[in-house]
């Protein structure tokens, strides 16, 4: 399968624990991207990295949260201190640079307690 | 970013055809329209993208007027698995999806 793969699936935490999560693109795609889904709405992009470089950041990216993609291939997500409200679907996508389609993968699913 | 309007949602039965429409009166120039279908618990999957007049691929149709103003994705003969959301974006790279319209499919 060569799709983009996210790693865990499925994470459930105690509020004020850290996590991180992994995604894994498609191997020729140099646009990565994370966004965040709550339950009944769509998609909120996060930030998005060309290669190593992370180039945009939302609000919704507070100082909690920190990206990498320290080689231009996988990326990691980490959030410090979680909040219930962190409590969401996190999404990694990739694609070619241009308005091309992005290939989201299956997500990861964060359960703060 | 061009903010879009679509249904809530929508009702159809197998066999018949379905058009959902978008507007997206603020689009610019550069934008490209984009229509994505999101199952339960799956990542959001690419259906279709155009800019301009009617783009057709295996899966859909999408047809956009001269003015751009406003978008309508065509899904011919569905069928009970496309029972999903499906999201009409404008823009870039940097997606902003709203709620989408979730379309349920009867026998």
């Known amino acids: 399968d060569t799709g983009v793969s996210q790693d865990p699936r499925h994470k459930i935490t105690k509020r004020g624990q850290n996590v991180t999560f992994r995604c894994d693109p498609i191997?020729?795609?140099?646009?990565l991207y994370w966004y965040r889904q709550t339950l009944g709405q769509g998609p909120e992009f996060l930030t998005y990295?060309?290669?190593?470089?992370?180039?945009?950041k939302s609000r919704l990216l507070s100082d909690r949260f920190s990206a990498e993609r320290p080689k231009g291939s996988f990326s990691t997500l980490e959030i410090q201190r979680t909040e219930q409200g962190d409590s969401a679907m996190y999404l990694c996508?990739?694609?070619?640079?241009?308005?091309?389609?992005?290939?989201f993968g299956p997500g990861t699913r964060l359960t703060v307690t | 970013l061009a903010k879009t309007t679509q249904p809530i949602s929508m009702d159809s039965y197998e066999g018949q055809e379905v058009n959902i429409t978008c507007s997206h009166n603020?689009?610019?120039?550069?934008?490209?329209i984009t229509w994505y279908q999101q199952f339960p618990s799956q990542g959001p999957r690419f259906i279709i993208q155009?800019?301009?007049t009617k783009v057709t691929n295996e899966v859909a149709s999408l047809f956009i007027p001269a003015d751009r103003k406003s978008s309508t994705l065509s899904l011919p003969r569905v069928s009970l698995s496309d029972t999903a959301v499906y999201y009409c974006?404008?823009?870039?790279?940097?997606?902003?999806f709203g709620g989408g319209t979730r379309l349920m499919v009867k026998p």
């Open positions: 996508a990739s694609s070619h640079p241009g308005p091309d389609e992005q290939y």
């Open positions: 191997s020729e795609h140099n646009r």
């Open positions: 990295f060309q290669n190593e470089a992370q180039l945009e």
């Open positions: 603020n689009i610019a120039t550069n934008d490209y």
């Open positions: 155009g800019y301009k």
């Open positions: 974006l404008v823009g870039g790279y940097m997606l902003t």
